[in-house]
T-cell receptor, first 115, second 116 residues
């Protein structure tokens, strides 16, 4: 899993622009990935998920890309809005074996939208 | 659907006292729940997996005698922080697996614990 740092990476984008948030995962056995949005003082909120047999999945204004070769996940947010300002976490699930129901969270990225 | 209610949202307690945090699945039965801890500007760290009717499974480095977990019903798991100290101050979050959805994890709103 990801190491936990003391400072969150920050991404600042202008309102209306597209945002790309990246995540590197370490477990090649992971077969399910989720992006969560966390606002200050709240629990994580599901955004979008993807299985390892896919490399792209689209939702409303969001797209998740998965590159298993380099163990990289990205979240693209189209036409970013002020309400998108939050911390975004990727999470992975290894799918089988001991602890297979557990999620491992990445370190997170703070998205700040400039009006 | 798939709502998880966590209470209290904030609690302040004195050092040496115990605090209980509740996590309820409101519209589904959850045989498995998870407890996380989150320090400021950091990620969620899994503390333990709570299984209905059996003992919780704790992650390495988490003291099971300090963080007592009880999952006595299919809709309720509790985390009790015993003999709390200021270093236990943190944001605690639970999540529940919804068996009706493959990989359906629903998170509670979190509990801000401050030990003074």
């Amino acid at each position: 899993g990801e190491s936990v740092g003391l400072h969150l990476p920050t991404l600042s984008v202008q309102e209306g622009d597209n945002s790309i948030i990246n995540c590197a995962y370490s477990n090649s056995a992971s077969d399910y990935f989720i992006w969560y949005k966390q606002e200050s003082g709240k629990g994580p909120q599901f955004i979008i998920d993807i299985r390892s047999n896919m490399d792209k999945r689209q939702g409303q204004r969001v797209t998740v890309l998965l590159n298993k070769t380099v163990k990289h996940l990205s979240l693209q947010i189209a036409a970013t809005q002020p309400g998108d300002s939050a911390v975004y976490f990727c999470a992975e699930n290894k799918g089988s074996g001991a602890g297979s129901y557990q999620l491992t969270f990445g370190k997170g990225t703070k998205l700040s939208v400039i009006p | 659907g798939a709502v998880v209610s966590q209470h209290p949202s904030r609690v302040i307690c004195k050092s040496g006292t115990s605090v209980k945090i509740e996590c309820r699945s409101l519209d589904f039965q959850a045989t498995t729940m998870f407890w996380y801890r989150q320090f400021p500007k950091q990620s969620l760290m899994l503390m333990a997996t709570s299984n209905e009717g059996s003992k919780a499974t704790y992650e390495q480095g988490v003291e099971k005698d300090k963080f007592l977990i009880n999952h006595a019903s299919l809709t309720l798991s509790t985390l009790t922080v015993t003999s709390a100290h200021p270093e236990d101050s943190s944001f605690y979050i639970c999540s529940a697996m919804n068996p009706d959805r493959i990989y359906g994890y629903t998170f509670g709103s979190g509990t801000r614990l401050t030990v003074v």
